[in-house]
Nanobody, 129 residues
């Protein structure tokens, strides 16, 4: 079965940086068609960054100049490097894997929640002013 485990969340000051990691197991072709999502209290879960099935990245417009998604395919690890963090980045961050019928090649401005079927437990990121 597919298992996703996030780590790296922490409390940081505004302007700081964090690197989140997602360890992936139960897949055969590495961390392809993966995504990072976040959800703050009272808000809907939103797509932050993703890697399409062909390995190309996509980002939400709100983070594309500050966040970088990458992967270590051999080790089955997905990363999210976050810099210049702001208080409104505060949220629970989730790693997710696409469903078998996902359409990742049409993602624009971040991954679509409708294409994902497997989720990690989340890691908390808190940014203070």
């Amino acid at each position: 079965q597919v298992t996703l485990v996030e780590s790296g969340g922490a409390s940081v000051q505004s302007g700081g940086s964090l690197r989140l990691s997602c360890a992936v197991s139960g897949v055969t072709n590495g961390p392809r068609c993966m995504g990072w999502f976040r959800q703050a209290p009272g808000r809907e879960r939103e797509g932050v960054a993703g890697i399409r099935a062909d390995g190309t990245p996509t980002y939400a417009y709100s983070v594309q100049d500050r966040f970088t998604v990458s992967q270590d395919a051999a080790a089955n690890i997905l990363y999210l490097q976050m810099r210049n963090l702001r208080p409104n980045d505060t949220a629970m961050y989730y790693c997710a894997k696409c469903s078998p019928v996902s359409k990742s090649m049409v993602w624009r401005g971040g991954p679509s929640i409708h294409d994902f079927a497997y989720w990690g437990q989340g890691t908390q990121v808190t940014v203070s002013s």
